[in-house]
């Protein structure tokens, strides 16, 4: 599956065509989504392809299929939920369709186990932008040390655009970090800043396979420097 080079033009998407997806379509998204492997092993998601009678939340974008994932409380839950179905994400735009991750979306049925979302179908404005559309931080602020894949990692769509994760690169490992508030009134209100840096690590894993470098995430390594200021260390790839 190529979706690496779509990490350079994806674009979050607000407006949508609202005829549903045929169902061969949907079948394929879910052998997609079958065929991947989980951040961490013992990690349990699940998820729902809903329609927009199905779903609610406050400033959600109107679209014909929204996808809501749920879990129970594990270890890195919202991590692994954004590593996961970050690579759904970049796969839709590898087939001509776009996706918004949105915060306040849910399924009208109610689910204590529920995580995140986003919506996707075919896009009614431009899908995709070229490398100097992206708003995003230098590498120099997002990371320690050099390593090649850290532009695809800089790229990661984030909620408000907060970026909330850090990178050290040292001796042939990348220790990772992220921050559970993004600070302010707004920032204090937003709760997915774990899903955004499992976003982050899905690029990092799709660049690596690309690059035809190891990917390998572990937790509790005991070497990992220490967190930067309002970080939080939560594992190493190796």
């Given at each position: 599956?190529?979706?690496?080079?779509?990490?350079?033009?994806?674009?979050?998407?607000?407006?949508y065509?609202m005829k549903?997806?045929?169902?061969q379509?949907?079948v394929?998204?879910?052998?997609?989504?079958?065929?991947?492997?989980?951040?961490?092993?013992?990690?349990e998601?699940?998820h729902?392809i809903?329609?927009p009678d199905?779903?609610?939340g406050l400033g959600?974008?109107?679209?014909?299929?929204?996808?809501?994932?749920?879990?129970?409380?594990?270890?890195?839950?919202?991590?692994?939920?954004?590593?996961?179905?970050?690579h759904?994400?970049?796969?839709?735009?590898?087939?001509?369709?776009?996706?918004?991750?949105?915060?306040g979306v849910?399924s009208?049925?109610?689910?204590?186990?529920?995580?995140?979302?986003?919506?996707f179908?075919?896009?009614?404005?431009?899908?995709t932008r070229?490398?100097?559309?992206?708003?995003?931080?230098?590498v120099?602020?997002?990371?320690?040390?050099s390593?090649?894949?850290?532009e695809?990692?800089?790229l990661?769509?984030?909620?408000?655009?907060?970026?909330?994760w850090?990178?050290?690169?040292?001796?042939g490992?990348?220790h990772?970090y992220?921050?559970?508030?993004?600070?302010?009134?707004?920032?204090?209100?937003?709760?997915?800043?774990?899903?955004?840096?499992?976003?982050?690590?899905?690029?990092?894993?799709?660049a690596?396979?690309?690059?035809?470098?190891?990917?390998?995430?572990?937790?509790?390594?005991?070497d990992a420097?220490?967190?930067?200021?309002?970080?939080t260390?939560?594992g190493?790839?190796?």
């Open positions: 599956m190529d979706i690496y080079s779509n990490i350079f033009t994806r674009k979050s998407c607000r407006k065509d549903p997806l045929g169902a379509t949907l394929e998204i879910e052998t997609c989504i079958s065929g991947l492997t989980p951040l961490l092993p013992e990690s998601l699940t729902k809903l329609g199905e779903v609610k959600i974008c109107k679209a014909p299929h929204y996808l809501i994932i749920s879990g129970k409380e594990q270890p890195l839950r919202g991590v692994c939920a954004g590593f996961l179905y970050q759904v994400e970049l796969y839709l735009y590898s087939k001509g369709y776009a996706t918004r991750w949105l915060s849910k009208k049925q109610s689910d204590p186990d529920h995580i995140a979302g986003f919506a179908g075919k896009p009614n404005e431009p899908g070229s490398i100097e559309e992206f708003d995003r931080k230098p120099s602020e997002i990371a320690s040390g390593d090649s894949r850290l695809a990692v800089r990661a769509p984030s909620g408000m655009n907060g970026q909330p850090y990178f050290a690169v040292q001796d490992v990348i990772v992220y921050k559970q508030s993004l600070g302010g009134v707004v920032g204090m209100m937003y709760h997915m800043t774990d899903v955004d840096v499992g976003l982050a690590l899905c690029h990092m894993a799709v690596s396979e690309h690059e035809g470098k190891p990917f390998r995430f572990v937790t509790g390594r005991k420097p220490t967190a930067p200021k309002n970080f260390y939560i190493t790839v190796e």
